[in-house]
């Protein structure tokens, strides 16, 4: 297949430019070509980079400390290529040739078809975030983090932590050059880790007003809304799950196994902690819910969630639990 369907990615724009399609309808294969190239004139205004004396140094580093489950890459976003790559023949299987001729295109097509969309479109608009900020960046210092299921080539999965920082900004302190490390979690079968990207600053810290504009952007752009009564059934699925691990004397971990919510639990729980507006609020009700909510996932970011719980996660890492 070539992808280059310019006419197609036209249409797709203007159809999510009016509101009538969510944003992941454009990220897909056949787009590839030409939402690149789109990408890289929006990205015009990035200056020259400034090459970082130590760099020679970290890519050596990286080379003597070699392991079978990391490998790494550079990207010049101005260009939107790969510069250097270092450790995929043996963290992925592939081969020392197809390591020497990586592109940026072979590295996203790597990514499991549920995850890609909601991937490419988090990641370039996360350069419209920082535009539109004025942030200054320092090179190995702001981080991007996030899990992805990416292909081996013997055609399995497995999980992969990609660790994202800027290795060169130009004058004006906008990245240029992105250094990705890439760290192999665990195998991609029955497991599901957390999905939607960290941002922390230079210092450490937690960078949640980066992320909320970030993820405010990307919720608009799928075209996803969510009702009070839903928020309160989201919220509800939580507080159950949590209770439920509380009482097997075990901490929240979302990378356990999802411990299953019903729909008359909710119910209740909705009933016992918010009777005053959901004293009558069913079983029934809750499903449809439910229902109603995983539908528009679906619609608007392209995967469909197993259950209630695994919906609610999502919409809370996206911030759209929180009490207005």
Same mark, same amino acid.
């Given at each position: 297949m070539i992808y280059q369907d310019f006419h197609g990615y036209k249409k797709a724009i203007a159809d999510v430019r009016n509101g009538k399609k969510p944003i992941c309808s454009i990220y897909i294969k056949e787009f590839y070509k030409p939402m690149l190239e789109e990408h890289r004139g929006m990205l =015009?205004? $990035?200056g020259e980079p400034i090459i970082e004396k130590w760099e020679d140094g970290l890519k050596e580093t990286l080379i003597r400390l070699r392991h079978h489950d990391e490998f790494f890459m550079i990207f010049n976003l101005k260009k939107i290529e790969v510069e250097w790559c270092f450790g995929v023949a043996s963290a992925l299987g592939y081969t020392k040739e197809d390591e020497e001729k990586w592109s940026i295109m072979d590295q996203h097509f790597l990514i499991h078809d549920r995850y890609y969309s909601t991937f490419l479109a988090l990641g370039f608009m996360m350069n419209g975030v920082l535009h539109d900020m004025n942030m200054q960046l320092t090179p190995l210092g702001h981080r991007y983090i996030i899990n992805i299921p990416l292909r081996k080539r013997n055609g399995s999965y497995v999980w992969v932590k990609q660790l994202s920082t800027p290795i060169s900004i130009d004058e004006n302190g906008r990245m240029i050059r992105q250094f990705n490390s890439y760290t192999i979690i665990s195998g991609y079968k029955g497991i599901a880790l957390p999905f939607l990207p960290r941002i922390f600053l230079a210092d450490g810290t937690r960078a949640r007003e980066v992320e909320k504009n970030l993820f405010k952007r990307f919720m608009s752009s799928s075209l996803f809304s969510i009702s009070p009564t839903q928020k309160r059934v989201a919220q509800a699925a939580l507080m159950l799950w &949590? %209770? %439920? #691990?509380?009482?097997? @004397?075990?901490? *929240?971990?979302?990378? +356990? !196994? /999802? *411990? !299953? *919510? =019903?729909?008359?639990?909710?119910? $209740? #729980?909705?009933? =016992?902690?918010? @009777? %005053? /507006?959901?004293?009558? /609020? =069913?079983?029934?009700? *809750? +499903? &449809?819910?439910v229902n109603e909510l995983k539908d528009r996932a679906e619609e608007s970011f392209g995967f469909r969630f197993p259950g209630v719980v695994e919906v609610a996660q999502f919409l809370k890492k996206l911030y759209c639990l929180e009490e207005d």
């Open positions: =015009s205004y $990035l &949590n %209770k %439920k #691990f509380n009482a097997m @004397g075990e901490s *929240v971990d979302e990378s +356990r !196994p /999802i *411990v !299953p *919510v =019903s729909h008359q639990e909710i119910a $209740l #729980f909705m009933r =016992s902690h918010w @009777g %005053k /507006i959901h004293s009558d /609020i =069913s079983q029934g009700t *809750v +499903r &449809n819910h």
